[in-house]
Structures are given as structure tokens and as C-alpha cells.
């Protein structure tokens, strides 16, 4: 009985480090950094349960996935901070009111294109 129990146990625990998992996909998908700690939390676990099935193979496979997990953590660290630096250093340009004379000279030429007719090239004459 203790060891059907000991198997539930571990069946549980397995379910929740695959759900743990799938939310650091679902993170991902939103583009949050925390889904690399998530990865690394879940892949670590497997880790050891594959080795301890003597899953070696798919242990080291594991381990790849936990060094990419570290390089796309500290690759998007890197990229926050650039797109932070960026908007913190372009000026916001502050919109000045159009003069008066400006503001003539845009109407008259936006009324001086609208009596412009719009002419076709066949609108000539010329088509048969």
C-alpha cells in the first residue's frame, strides 16, 4: 500500500512541475522574463527524476535546455534595459502651435487643390 501511495505521490508531483511548466510557456507567449526561472525551476526537477530513471540522454537534454533558458534570461535583461536607455534618452519633442500666417497659408493651399478637377488621361478627348 505504501508503495501505490509513494507512486500517486510522485505522479502528483510530476503534474504539477508540468503544469509549473506550461505557465512559463504561456509566459513566454506574453513575453515575460520570468518563464526563463520558471524553465529553469521545472527543467531542473526533471533533471533529476530522468536521472534517477536512468534517462541519462534526456537528462543531458535537459541540461542543454537549462543553459539556453539562462542565455534568452540574460539576453532579454539585456534588451530591457536597451529599450529603457532608449526612451529615456529621445527628447520628447514638444509641439509648437502653428502661427497664423502658417496656418493661412495650409488652408489656401489645401482650397487651391480642391479646384483642381481630377483629370483622367483619357478625360482628354483622345480615347475612342
Known sequence: MNENLFG???NLIDACFLIFGKGGKILNARGNRICFLMDIVCLSYWIYMDILRGLYSQAFSAVISICICIYGF???GK???KKDKQKSSTPK???EPMSNERQAEMKAKIAKQSLVPNRLPFD???CI
Open 8 to 10: 500517486l505521490t510522485a
Open 74 to 76: 540574460k539576453r532579454w
Open 79 to 81: 534588451l530591457m534595459k
Open 93 to 95: 519633442r514638444k509641439q
Open 124 to 126: 482628354q478627348g483622345t
